[in-house]
């Protein structure tokens, strides 16, 4: 009716998935008032976190356009805040503190591959931000205020820190055969110039080793080479008929290749809100399942003991946003920032680029006439006031 | 904006209770609470929260293991058009998988790691049990197996029961977390992944209920129902066997017709009768009585609240399934 069901296909396929009513059919008044008095509840309680953090966060508009959150460093003069996001801005970019105070900004500096930027203010200092070393493992919960102390966004960490940078990854150079049973990969073919084709890896041969650990098909092949650096040295068990060798192979860095997401994916991708125009490809970012609004990612991000574990990177799709942690920024702050003049926005895909496809009509069966109209009339409206809800959940003073 | 919500809160104080009975959050160490939780449920359950790949199909989707010897519960979507499938791990190792049964009314199957070890597991609960507000934590492997990463975790609660076997929480899922588990706060299965709405708090999961009353036919290797995104058209649909009509200036349900051989029937349910109430809630009319029935199951008792001939008189129905009515 109005669901999508979930497995990912390889295949593009262009129809199965309408989007058409957003309310949930079966929710009962009852239920919908339990998990609001709980929503309340929750905010309530988790207010005394966000205190601290709240104090050097900040919102950046751009006249009357709420663009991003920004984080205060520094001398209480300096904001980082998501470049993508204020890179478009005119001679009016503001930044307004905690208190309310409006300042005028200029962008100082970006750090590019982060989608980062610094912006400058003369106005008074705020509080710059107190950075946490803590490493938030798996499941710990992650919240982000908004400037006034409310709660943003709320979040657990769903996948910890790695780098999101496919150059970044070490490479083997194998293309493995898919009509293969294993155990093992057998080769299909070799990337030119990569570090199989140096250490004399050929096709047919099969690869049964990385290192100590077997390896029981491509995917694990792919897998055994995430944590080795790229420049570092691996030993290869490969057996060539009968014989099986070692072979020392030298990682080198996995090729920039395009990947699409497939209509489908993209579709669910957007699903549920907004998402940040420039939302992949991070060099060292938490994954959490925080649902932040574009317009409010570049502020900080606490644990349950209010510490700045780091800041809001990207809303990347439905059920992902991206968190720098704060050493990763420490350090990056540590480097110097390219000039904005000749600065970039990464422009990511194409596909986020186009607009959002209009969703498919709803293929309801048409069932008697006023009752019918009636009852699209009434989840319309439910719709509606779900929306309602919602902006007013985030709601932020206007200036 | 404190005090517009105010009067919602006093509004809804009966159901807070209810809730805190679960587990609440009146404070900051409550949440403290629940983040351990939390945390420990996600590092216990990962290693068996598997990826499903058929290479047949060219689908990917997910599953979790719940026995030592590997038998792993997936959606019956995610195994649809495939014999065996590829059963990846979270750190990339992979095995060959055999598809056993499945009921597709309910998006459930079962798949067999064909291969001998000792796998990770995690241990099944209960889902009828469950309510808006109950506390899930959710996995799976979005968007396909990822060798860079496991699979995300994701928090949430319960958002509304039914339809049937079915559940809806705001653990926000997409394409690719088809079959993966969702999780109770003692680490217990409760539900497996199915479908999404657009809103973020429409995700929906089949009970592991369902899965414990289909076990042996789909051990069996038994193959049966229809994958179904209507619950209204669902053959496990729970139903009393009535034709409805609606009347302007009358409340309630305006029983038009009652099926022969039905639920209705036998508990004496007459053309004319006007059902009022179900289960102590009022129904105004025939949407919200579909909409009370699609949270219950075949096999479970309602006590419909009837006008007839300006009397009100009780009865007590136990619900069939829609496909024993009319197939």
């Known amino acids: 009716m109005n669901k999508s069901i979930l497995t990912v296909f390889g295949l593009l396929l262009l129809h199965g998935v309408t989007t058409a009513d957003d309310d949930i059919p079966l929710l009962r008044p009852e239920e919908r008032r339990a998990v609001e008095a709980q929503t309340e509840e929750f905010q309530r309680s988790i207010a005394p976190v966000l205190k601290e953090a709240a104090n050097s966060a900040v919102r950046v508009w751009s006249g009357k356009r709420r663009l991003a959150y920004g984080t205060v460093i520094g001398d209480g003069k300096k904001i980082l805040t998501k470049w993508s996001e204020v890179a478009g801005a005119g001679p009016d970019l503001v930044v307004e503190g905690a208190g309310g105070e409006a300042m005028p900004a200029v962008i100082a500096g970006v750090y590019e591959d982060n989608d980062l930027a610094i912006l400058e203010t003369n106005g008074t200092a705020l509080t710059p931000v107190r950075w946490s070393k803590v490493v938030p493992p798996l499941g710990t919960f992650l919240a982000a205020p908004q400037p006034n102390g409310r709660l943003a966004a709320f979040g657990v960490v769903s996948v910890p820190e790695r780098n999101l940078r496919e150059t970044d990854s070490a490479f083997l150079g194998v293309i493995g055969s898919m009509d293969f049973d294993g155990p093992g990969v057998r080769i299909e073919s070799i990337a030119p110039d990569s570090g199989a084709a140096a250490a004399g890896l050929r096709p047919g041969q099969i690869i049964l080793k990385v290192g100590d650990r077997a390896i029981s098909g491509l995917l694990e092949l792919r897998n055994s080479l995430v944590g080795r650096a790229p420049g570092s040295r691996v030993n290869v068990?490969?057996?060539?008929?009968?014989?099986?060798?070692?072979?020392?192979?030298?990682?080198?860095?996995?090729?920039?290749?395009?990947?699409?997401?497939?209509?489908?994916?993209?579709?669910?991708?957007?699903?549920?809100?907004?998402?940040?125009?420039?939302?992949?490809?991070?060099?060292?970012?938490?994954?959490?399942?925080?649902?932040?609004?574009?317009?409010?990612?570049?502020?900080?991000?606490?644990d349950l003991k209010g510490r700045v574990i780091g800041i809001t990177l990207a809303r990347s799709d439905r059920t992902r946003s991206f968190i720098m942690p704060a050493a990763a920024v420490e350090k990056l702050l540590l480097t110097a920032p390219r000039?904005?003049?000749?600065?970039?926005?990464?422009?990511?895909?194409?596909?986020?680029?186009?607009?959002?496809?209009?969703?498919?009509?709803?293929?309801?069966?048409?069932?008697?006439?006023?009752?019918?109209?009636?009852?699209?009339?009434?989840?319309?409206?439910?719709?509606?006031?779900e929306f309602m809800r919602e902006e007013m959940e985030n709601l932020e003073p206007e200036r | 904006m404190r005090n517009r919500l105010l009067p919602l809160l006093v509004a809804s104080l009966p159901c807070l209770i209810s809730v805190e009975a679960r587990e609440p959050v009146r404070d900051l160490k409550d949440i403290q609470t629940l983040e351990?939780?939390?945390?420990?449920?996600?590092?216990?359950?990962?290693?068996?929260?598997?990826?499903?790949?058929?290479?047949?199909?060219?689908?990917?989707?997910?599953?979790?293991?719940?026995?030592?010897?590997?038998?792993?519960?997936?959606?019956?979507?995610?195994?649809?058009?495939?014999?065996?499938?590829?059963?990846?791990?979270?750190?990339?190792?992979?095995?060959q998988g055999k598809v056993l049964g499945a009921n597709y009314s309910r998006d459930m199957a079962m798949v067999k790691i064909q291969d001998k070890g000792r796998w990770p597991f995690a241990k099944t609960g209960n889902s009828k049990n469950l309510d808006a507000g109950d506390?899930?934590?959710?996995?799976?492997?979005?968007?396909?197996?990822?060798?860079?990463?496991?699979?995300?975790?994701?928090?949430?609660?319960?958002?509304?029961?039914?339809?049937?076997?079915?559940?809806?929480?705001?653990?926000?899922?997409?394409?690719?977390?088809?079959?993966?588990?969702?999780?109770?706060?003692?680490?217990?299965?409760?539900?497996?992944?199915?479908?999404?709405?657009?809103?973020?708090?429409?995700?929906?999961?089949?009970?592991?209920?369902?899965?414990?009353?289909?076990?042996?036919?789909?051990?069996?290797?038994?193959?049966?129902?229809?994958?179904?995104?209507?619950?209204?058209?669902?053959?496990?649909?729970?139903?009393?066997?009535?034709?409805?009509?609606?009347?302007?200036?009358?409340?309630?349900v305006i029983v038009e017709s009652v099926v022969q051989g039905s639920p209705a029937a036998a508990a004496g349910v007459r053309t004319g009768d006007v059902i009022r109430v179900i289960d102590g809630s009022e129904v105004r009319d025939g949407r919200e009585l579909l909409q009370i029935l699609a949270k219950r199951q075949a096999g479970d008792e309602v006590k419909l609240g009837v006008r007839r001939d300006r009397g009100d008189i009780e009865m007590k129905v136990k619900l069939k399934r829609r496909s024993e009515l009319f197939e």
């Not at chain 1, 994916?265 to 991070?282: Q, Y």
């Not at chain 1, 008697?368 to 439910?382: D, P």
């Not at chain 2, 010897?69 to 590829?86: C, F, M």
């Open chain 2, 135 to 252: 506390w899930v934590v959710a996995l799976g492997h979005s968007a396909g197996f990822d060798a860079a990463r496991t699979p995300p975790v994701r928090f949430g609660r319960v958002i509304s029961k039914g339809p049937g076997n079915f559940l809806t929480t705001d653990c926000t899922l997409i394409g690719g977390d088809s079959g993966g588990p969702l999780f109770d706060l003692d680490g217990n299965i409760v539900a497996i992944h199915s479908s999404i709405g657009k809103s973020l708090s429409n995700n929906n999961h089949t009970g592991i209920d369902g899965f414990r009353e289909d076990w042996e036919r789909m051990l069996a290797g038994e193959t049966w129902g229809s994958l179904s995104l209507n619950p209204f058209a669902n053959p496990e649909m729970p139903v009393l066997g009535i034709g409805m009509a609606m009347m302007r200036g009358v409340r309630g």
């Open chain 1, 339 to 385: 000039d904005p003049a000749l600065a970039k926005v990464r422009q990511e895909d194409e596909m986020a680029a186009l607009p959002v496809r209009r969703a498919a009509m709803p293929n309801r069966v048409p069932d008697g006439g006023g009752a019918e109209r009636l009852r699209q009339h009434l989840s319309e409206m439910q719709r509606l006031m």
């Open chain 1, 237 to 302: 068990r490969v057996k060539t008929g009968a014989d099986e060798n070692d072979v020392e192979v030298l990682l080198g860095n996995r090729p920039d290749l395009p990947s699409y997401p497939g209509d489908r994916l993209s579709t669910m991708e957007r699903m549920g809100g907004p998402i940040s125009k420039v939302r992949d490809s991070f060099t060292s970012a938490i994954q959490s399942d925080m649902r932040p609004r574009p317009e409010q990612i570049g502020g900080p991000v606490v």
């Open chain 2, 36 to 95: 351990s939780k939390v945390a420990a449920i996600s590092a216990k359950v990962l290693p068996a929260t598997v990826a499903l790949l058929s290479e047949r199909t060219g689908s990917s989707g997910s599953g979790v293991i719940v026995s030592e010897d590997g038998l792993v519960l997936t959606a019956a979507h995610v195994i649809q058009g495939a014999e065996s499938i590829l059963v990846v791990f979270p750190d990339g190792k992979q095995v």
